[in-house]
């Protein structure tokens, strides 16, 4: 495992130095692992583990190639660690979320382009409580992502797309629906997106906050039931 360690690194350290930049085809596995003093199994281990983490592209036929390494790509094994953990990790991860969307929101309402408002009061228009769990999960993602790619930062927008999968938001919206809370929480999306057109970024900010902390709510009450 050290010696794959040492090929990973010294692969990521070409990625790094500029030597190979997104986009760019790796040598071939012999000239590269002689290149790096490392042995052609350690090498081929390697771009393995770095493919899983979407670092390098391996094109079957046509070689290996260092991906856009866009944020998006880079985060997207979170979704996988998610999905993974139970009740009382999945509040923690919430709590984090709550933290990083709340400043986002407040960001999207001082940074947030005209064009960009409107869509999301389009987006909260569209909506009523009478769709189905499914239509509910996917405008529970376009709102957020609408008002966190408001902010300008890739990075935060794909950590906080990613705390919060496609699989944890239906199983909450489930829990919602049987709830009976599905108008309560679509009346805090249409308050947070007037907020942002407000441009009140302080009370953006708190609403965000305490959406999210009542998710937190019942993933804490379905946990205990």
Same mark, same amino acid.
């Given at each position: 495992m050290a010696v794959t360690d040492e090929a990973i690194e010294k692969i990521k350290a070409m990625i790094v130095s500029g030597e190979l930049a997104p986009g760019d085809r790796l040598p071939p596995e012999k000239e590269l692992s002689e290149r790096l003093g490392l042995s052609r199994n350690s090498m081929r281990e390697a771009v393995k583990a770095l493919e899983v983490i979407r670092v390098l592209d391996v094109r079957r036929g046509d070689g290996t190639y260092v991906t856009s390494l866009e944020p998006h790509l880079l985060l997207e094994a979170i979704s996988f660690v998610v999905d993974m953990h139970d009740d009382d990790s999945m509040l923690e991860i919430f709590a984090v979320r709550r933290m990083l969307e709340s400043q986002a929101t407040g960001l999207a309402a001082t940074l947030g382009t005209d064009d960009a408002i409107a869509e999301l009061e389009r987006e909260v228009e569209?909506?009523?409580?009478?769709?189905?769990?499914?239509?509910?999960?996917?405008?529970?993602?376009?709102?957020?992502?609408?008002?966190?790619?408001?902010?300008?930062?890739?990075?935060?927008? #794909?950590?906080?797309?990613?705390? #919060? #999968?496609?699989?944890?938001?239906?199983r909450v919206w489930r829990g919602l629906t049987e709830g009976g809370a599905v108008e309560r929480t679509l009346s805090e999306h249409r308050a947070i997106a007037d907020a942002i057109a407000r441009r009140d970024s302080g009370l953006a900010t708190s609403l965000a906050t305490a959406h999210i902390a009542g998710v937190e709510r019942w993933l804490r009450q379905a946990a205990t039931a």
């Open positions: 569209s909506i009523d409580a009478t769709v189905t769990v499914e239509e509910l999960v996917e405008h529970d993602i376009r709102f957020h992502r609408e008002i966190v790619g408001m902010a300008g930062n890739a990075y935060l927008a #794909s950590l906080i797309e990613h705390l #919060s #999968s496609q699989t944890v938001r239906a």
